[in-house]
């Protein structure tokens, strides 16, 4: 027999690549301090800057927030007026249904036929209809003068609020 040598494939090691060094640039060290005195000038900086960036503004963000609390509370007032006045009208509306609900049922005890009961019916029927409509009319339209007067924009800025605005001085990003 004749035997055969197996021989195994050498593997080719695959060539080196050469990496290409990339140059980084040195970014500042915004973070660290070359001295303990150093880092208490800035922090002593900052603090300085907050506090005189609050004071400064405060009082007109107090004006701003006192406006606003103002309107709020008129408003409030008003819808609780509406509210009051509602109320009232319909405490009258159903003094005057009931009322009419009585004299309808005296009418109809009174009628002497059977024609006289429809025609009263009717006529209260029709009253009651008229009524009610007249109220949710009038109901409705001081409903809207309430919501257009309780519903218009506040008018204070504060996107012109600037409190932070030196507090927070840092570089805008272009």
Request: glycine share 2%.
């Amino acid at each position: 027999m004749a035997t055969t040598k197996k021989t195994a494939a050498k593997k080719v090691a695959a060539a080196a690549t050469a990496t290409k060094a990339v140059e980084t640039q040195e970014l500042p060290d915004v973070m660290s301090f070359s001295s303990a005195t150093d880092w208490a000038e800035n922090a002593r900086e900052q603090f300085e800057t907050m506090m005189s960036s609050f004071t400064g503004n405060f009082g007109d963000m107090r004006a701003q927030a006192e406006d606003l609390a103002e309107t709020a509370q008129t408003r409030m007032k008003t819808v609780q007026d509406h509210a009051a006045e509602t109320n009232a009208r319909l405490m009258e509306a159903a003094q005057e249904e009931v009322n009419d609900a009585v004299q309808f049922a005296s009418d109809l005890s009174k009628a002497k036929s059977f024609a006289d009961a429809l025609s009263v019916q009717q006529s209260y029927w029709t009253k009651l209809i008229e009524t009610r409509m007249g109220h949710a009319r009038a109901i409705t339209e001081r409903s809207v003068e309430t919501a257009r007067e309780t519903m218009t924009p506040v008018e204070t800025p504060f996107a012109n609020m600037k409190a932070f605005e030196k507090f927070f001085a840092f570089p805008m990003k272009a």
